[in-house]
């Protein structure tokens, strides 16, 4: 065809559309005429993927020509990166031009993105946060990769039945994913088990040898990761288990073919499924086979690169930077230490200073019951020679503490890599803390913290290592792709730059003293909130009046994130309006969205307390439809592009202290919501930023909060003292919303009562208050606007690419390498 020189690489219709109808020829096997949706979709992602490519390999070309610079190696047991469809059209430009191309096969854009399955490898922030600093990255022009699991089966996909979440497995590679490249000539092998052996080599050295008792193979899988409206392309490489040899064939052949196979199903269970819980990790042997798993994939994989350029094991840093995503990665550190011992023969100082070097280590939490610990039989008999270097670190790191406190056993006590109460376990935390040569928290309050409480040992030792990263998102998905009518707004009142500069919104504060565009900026809301009341109606049955003010919460499901603080004030309306159906409130819907991690019960009884709350509220004649209340079922990446764009008010209301940073905060900001919240994770530099005026605050402080602990707080107390808290509390344990079950509700009742460990009675009247000045912002639809308008305005901090440019400068020491132009 006379585009056919540009099938694979061109960016305009014409070629775009002779891509697609290639692919669906030649590797669907269809004519248009007989393709399917799926069809389609394939089709159209390879021709895309084609163009991600060709970036790809010109990327790596520019780092084989200048291969002075670091690498950056993002170490995560989780990426949540969302469709892929989308993103990669506007990073590339040509969101339009394929628009054409498939119109032309009569095939709508709108269509392909809807039907997109995304990989759900994640299980919220921390997952999410990996993917924003992807984007960024490359966006940036930094040369990296982020290294991870290719689990078989995501996050479960969640249902809602009688009010009950139901779990589903997530089968995301059903139709085929076509964003992925499988390089099995690339597996590297993974050993665990077995134990170790003292030997002298040639040079009548004392080594040391590990003999597993398993081999599993590590197959990646890359997924290319373009720049926005730039040529630099990095990569996300996630590794699957296979078995060695598809037969044991010894086994076969005395006959034990089960046996055999067996063992094939047990390699490949280690990336099977993704652990759904995002707090309180149990100590679980598969849990830490997937750490190792990718880690030593990731690592092996780093050091061939390293060598094959040329580079030696004693300047690994020089090349490659590597972040921690939490402790899940941390092996990674006795893991060098043991290829550089071990396999190149280098000495301890010069391995361990390598290693120092090579790693920094970002902490995600706060809570004491998340921080990982491995009992140490386990950890033993899995990575037998990994305890052995585990045990060394100690022992050198104990001695340094007893160097500069003399006599201070319980700080030894305290900061050893080993827990000696109870069952003896290695406290990862303190093995990262120790590997890294930066620790960082993800907020200015939770870094604060962390240095305060959690690590304050360490700060003493250590202080030059510990900085601050407040967290970011990026503006390309969340507001480029999720937010096309304000982009547009955006483009043509400031100019198109905001995407990489988003500090350039401050461009819009005049424009918020003018009334045209302040009516402009409500139809695209009102347009927003159309649009996801018709997916509400959709997927739950329920109406809802785009006209009312949509307040949103969605995050995952959580004691310490007060869904059930939200739900108290929902009832409290309710009650208001029972005894006098002519209040004048203002109409609201409410909005949930969240997944409950599958054995925290409380979290899944919340879910049903906030869709009985709907059921009770949603149709009662005396609400006259001004209250509903929406359980939006399975939120994910996908549904939050819907759902951030169409929030009038974000609700970020965590106990203080409580959240490390939050990112969701920042994408419903970033899209013109308005927050209510409590002074807490990056909630304190939203308001920094944005201004007080322009920002709901509530409730107690951290420190308020430490201290009403300590003082001995008495939930039970504000309960009797507070005659419309009572009323709503006695609601609940009445049974009213439970078909009359009076048992439903008792354990989440008798815990606030009694424990309320996250202070949501403390907080309530704070809380309402705040709701009623809330209402009567939205009585003057002028100075909401006026206020959303600022709020989208002053954002620019919160953009992932400022992140990363924190991380380059203060963690990483690397800089841009810009791909140039082709050959
Ligand atoms: C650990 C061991 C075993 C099983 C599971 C886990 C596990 C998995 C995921 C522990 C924690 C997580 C995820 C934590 C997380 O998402 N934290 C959030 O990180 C965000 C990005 O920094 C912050 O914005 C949030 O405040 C924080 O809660």
Redesign the pocket.
């Known amino acids: 065809s006379e585009s056919g020189h540009d099938v694979r690489t061109g960016l305009d219709a014409a070629s775009l559309s002779q891509a697609v109808c290639d692919y669906l020829y030649y590797f669907q096997g269809r004519h248009p005429a007989t393709a399917s949706r799926n069809d389609f979709y394939l089709a159209t992602a390879y021709a895309v993927r084609d163009r991600l490519f060709q970036r790809g390999v010109q990327s790596l070309d520019a780092l084989l020509h200048r291969p002075d610079g670091r690498t950056v190696a993002y170490l995560s ?2 990426f949540l990166m969302g469709p892929q469809l989308a993103a990669n059209l506007v990073n590339l430009g040509i969101h339009d031009a394929m628009r054409e191309a498939l119109w032309r096969m009569d095939i709508r854009l709108e269509d392909m993105i809807e039907h997109e399955v995304e990989p759900g490898l ?8 990996a993917a924003c600093y992807l984007d960024s990255l490359a966006t940036l022009e930094i040369p990296a990769i982020g290294y991870g699991i290719r689990y078989e089966f995501g996050i479960f996909s969640q249902q809602i039945r009688d009010g009950w979440q139901v779990e589903l497995t997530d089968k995301w590679l059903h139709l085929g994913y076509p964003w992925e490249l499988a390089r099995p000539e690339r597996a590297v092998a993974v050993r665990f088990g077995g134990y170790t052996e003292p030997y002298t080599d040639e040079d009548g050295r004392y080594r040391v040898r590990w003999i597993p008792g398993e081999i599993v193979k590590g197959v990646p899988h890359d997924t290319p990761i373009l720049g926005y409206r730039v040529k630099t392309c990095n990569l996300l490489r996630l590794w699957r288990a296979e078995a060695v040899q598809t037969f044991d064939f010894s086994a076969f052949n005395i006959g034990d073919y089960a046996r055999a196979v067996e063992e094939q199903v047990t390699s490949e269970t280690i990336s099977k499924v993704l ?1 759904p ?3 309180s ?2 100590g ?1 042997a598969l ?1 830490l086979k997937q750490q190792y798993f990718f880690v030593a994939c990731a690592i092996q994989d780093m050091l061939r690169a390293h060598l094959r350029f040329g580079g030696r094991p004693e300047t690994f840093h020089k090349r490659w930077a590597a972040q921690l995503n ?3 990665p941390t092996v990674a550190v006795p893991e060098l230490m043991r290829l550089l011992l071990d396999d190149h023969g280098l000495e301890w100082e010069e391995a361990w200073d390598v290693t120092q070097k090579t790693f920094g280590y ?1 902490n ?2 706060l809570l004491p019951e ?1 921080l ?1 610990t491995w009992p140490i039989d386990l950890f033993g008999a899995l990575l037998p020679r990994h305890l052995e270097i585990v045990f060394e670190i100690n022992r050198r790191l104990c001695d340094g503490i007893r160097r500069v406190y003399p006599g201070d056993e319980d700080r030894v006590r305290r900061m050893s890599l080993i827990e000696e109460q109870g069952r003896r376990s290695l406290r990862m935390a303190n093995l990262a803390c120790v590997g890294s040569h930066a620790i960082n928290g ?2 200015a309050l ?1 870094t604060e913290l962390l240095k305060s409480q959690v690590l304050s040992d360490w700060v003493a030792m250590f202080p030059e290592r510990f900085c601050n990263v407040t ?1 970011g998102v990026t503006p390309r998905r969340f507001v480029v792709v999720a937010n096309p009518g304000l982009s547009g707004l955006l483009d043509r009142t400031t100019g198109d730059d905001w995407p990489v500069h988003l500090d350039a919104l401050r461009r819009l504060e005049p424009h918020a003293e003018d009334a045209e565009f302040r009516r402009r900026w409500r139809e695209v809301k009102r347009e927003n909130k159309r649009q996801l009341a018709a997916v509400i109606r959709d997927r739950t049955g329920i109406a809802v009046d785009p006209d009312s003010l949509f307040d949103i919460q969605v995050k ?1 499901i959580h004691e310490y994130k007060r869904q059930h603080l939200n739900v108290l004030h929902i009832l409290t309306l309710y009650r208001r309006l029972k005894q006098n159906p002519d209040l004048d409130v203002v109409p609201r819907t409410f909005v949930f969205g969240g997944k409950a991690a599958p054995g925290y019960h409380v979290a899944k009884l919340i879910i049903k307390l906030i869709t009985a709350t709907g059921d009770l509220v949603n149709d009662d004649p005396d609400v006259r439809g001004r209250l509903k209340v929406v359980f939006f079922p399975n939120f994910s990446v996908k549904n939050g592009e819907m759902i951030y764009p169409a929030a009038d008010l974000s609700e970020q209301i965590s106990t203080a202290g409580q ?5 969701g905060n920042m994408k419903f900001s970033l899209n013109g919501a308005l927050t209510i919240g409590t002074l807490d ?2 909630n304190i530099e939203i308001r920094d930023e944005v201004g007080a005026d322009n920002f709901f605050l509530f409730g107690l402080t951290a420190d308020e909060v430490r201290s009403a602990k300590a003082g001995g707080y008495h939930p039970r107390g504000v309960y009797e003292q507070n005659e419309e808290l009572r009323a709503v509390v006695d609601l609940i344990a009445s049974g009213a919303l439970a078909g009359g079950d009076a048992a439903l509700f008792r354990s989440l009742v008798d815990g606030l009562l009694w424990h309320d460990p996250f202070m949501v009675l403390a907080d309530y009247q704070s809380y309402v208050d705040c709701q009623t000045r809330v209402a009567a912002l939205w009585r003057d639809p002028d100075a909401w606007s006026r206020m959303s308008i600022l709020n989208v305005a002053r954002m620019g901090k919160f953009s992932s690419d400022r992140s990363i440019r924190d991380y380059c400068e203060r963690v990483w020491h690397v800089g841009p390498l810009g791909v140039p132009t082709e050959g």
């Open positions: 047991a989780e994640g299980n919220g922030g921390l997952g999410r946060l652990y819980n995002d707090a990790p149990q679980k849990r939490d402790t899940h970002t995600h939490t998340a990982e993800v907020a939770h967290n995952r959240e490390a940073s939050g990112t994770g990056a």
